[in-house]
C-alpha cells in the first residue's frame, strides 16, 4: 500500500505540473471511487475552477481549489487517495506525462485506459488521471483532514512524546494508528523500529524516554531517505523481511509475528522487549 513517501511523490507531481489550469471537464462516472458522491456531483463543483493547491498530511493528499482570473473565490478542496495501487498520471500541453504516486502495476500491454478511475480535463488540452489497478483509491470533495494526527515527516518531538507516552498498545500499532501519527504505514514502522533497536511489541506505555526520542530521530531519518530514495520500499531491512531473512546489522534470522493485525519483521537479537511490557506472542519463534 502506498506510504507517506508514495503520496508525496504524487502531491509534488501534482504541484509542479497541474497547478492553475482551468478544468474544463471531469470524469467522475466511478461510483466506488467516487463514493459517497453521485456521477456529475464532484464534476459541478469543480468545472471552471482550477486546482491551486496540492497538500498532504500523512498519506492522506487534498488540492484547494479556487476560480480562475479575477474570479478566484476558494471552492471545495478535492481529495485524492491513492489506495492500495493508485498512481498519478498528468499529461502537460505539449503532451509529456508527470507521473507520482505507487510504482504502476500495469498489464502485459502497458496501462489500460480502463484503470483510469478519475480525470480531470485543462482547457489546455492536458488532464490529471487517477490510475487505479485495484480500484480501492478514493476521491470526494472536502475530506475530513483534521481527523488525522500530525504529519509524521513533521511531528515534533514534544507531539511524538505525547502520542508515545500512555497506553498498553504495542508501539508497532501505535505507529500505524493515523489518528496519532499520520503516514506510517507497515514498512515504514518495521523499518523506524529496526534502526531504533526497539521491539514492535514493545507496550508504549513501558518506553523510556530515550527511546521514544532515538524513535523519533530513527522515524524522521526513514522517511526522509524513503521520500529521497523513492518509496518506503528502500529501506535498510526492508530486503530482509521474509523466511529465512537476516538482520543486516548483526545477520540474526529475522523474526516474524503479527502486531496491530499487520505482518511485522524484526531482529531478535537487537530488537528486545523486557519486563513486564512484554506483549503477547513476544517469545513466538520464526
Given amino acids: 500500500m502506498p506510504e507517506l513517501p508514495e503520496?508525496?511523490?504524487?502531491?509534488?507531481?501534482?504541484?509542479?505540473?497541474?497547478?492553475?489550469?482551468?478544468?474544463?471537464?471531469?470524469?467522475?462516472?466511478?461510483?466506488?471511487?467516487?463514493?459517497?458522491?453521485?456521477p456529475g456531483e464532484i464534476r459541478d463543483a469543480l468545472v471552471g475552477r482550477q486546482l491551486s493547491s496540492a497538500n498532504r498530511r500523512g498519506k492522506s493528499m487534498w488540492c484547494e481549489t479556487s476560480g480562475v482570473g479575477r474570479a478566484r473565490t476558494p471552492g471545495p478542496n478535492l481529495g485524492i487517495h491513492l489506495g492500495?495501487?493508485?498512481?498519478?498520471?498528468?499529461?502537460?500541453?505539449?503532451?509529456?506525462?508527470?507521473?507520482?504516486?505507487?510504482?504502476?502495476?500495469?498489464?502485459?500491454?502497458?496501462?489500460?485506459?480502463?484503470w483510469d478511475r478519475f480525470t480531470?480535463?485543462?482547457?489546455?488540452?492536458?488532464?490529471?488521471?487517477?490510475?487505479?489497478?485495484?480500484?480501492?483509491g478514493r476521491v470526494r470533495l472536502n475530506?475530513?483532514?483534521?481527523?488525522?494526527?500530525?504529519?509524521?515527516l513533521e511531528v515534533t518531538k514534544a507531539q511524538f512524546r505525547q502520542s508515545m507516552r500512555v497506553g498498553t498498545a504495542p508501539v508497532k500499532a501505535r505507529l500505524l494508528d493515523q489518528s496519532a501519527i499520520a503516514g506510517v504505514g507497515n514498512l515504514l514502522a518495521d523499518e523506524a523500529l529496526w534502526q531504533a533497536r526497539i521491539s514492535p511489541l514493545t507496550r508504549v506505555r513501558m518506553l523510556q524516554p530515550a527511546e521514544v526520542d532515538r524513535l523519533h530521530t530513527c522515524l524522521r531519518r526513514t522517511l526522509t531517505s524513503a521520500v529521497a530514495k523513492g518509496g518506503a520500499h528502500t529501506g535498510r531491512?526492508?530486503?530482509?523481511?521474509?523466511p529465512g531473512g537476516r538482520c543486516p546489522r548483526c545477520h540474526a534470522e529475522m523474526?516474524?509475528?503479527?502486531?496491530?493485525?499487520?505482518?511485522t519483521w524484526w531482529c531478535p537479537a537487537e530488537q528486545v522487549t523486557a519486563g513486564p511490557g512484554r506483549a503477547p506472542g513476544e517469545n513466538r519463534q520464526p
Fill in 255 to 263: 523474526m516474524h509475528g503479527t502486531v496491530g493485525g499487520r505482518s
Fill in 237 to 242: 531491512m526492508i530486503a530482509s523481511r521474509h
Fill in 143 to 152: 475530506p475530513p483532514i483534521d481527523e488525522l494526527g500530525p504529519d509524521a
Fill in 120 to 136: 480531470l480535463f485543462f482547457a489546455d488540452g492536458g488532464s490529471l488521471r487517477l490510475y487505479d489497478t485495484r480500484r480501492l
Fill in 84 to 114: 492500495m495501487s493508485g498512481r498519478i498520471f498528468i499529461t502537460n500541453p505539449d503532451g509529456a506525462v508527470v507521473e507520482g504516486g505507487d510504482p504502476i502495476r500495469t498489464g502485459p500491454n502497458g496501462p489500460q485506459p480502463e
Fill in 7 to 38: 503520496v508525496e511523490s504524487a502531491r509534488a507531481a501534482i504541484s509542479a505540473a497541474a497547478l492553475h489550469r482551468r478544468i474544463v471537464d471531469v470524469d467522475d462516472t466511478d461510483r466506488y471511487e467516487c463514493r459517497p458522491h453521485p
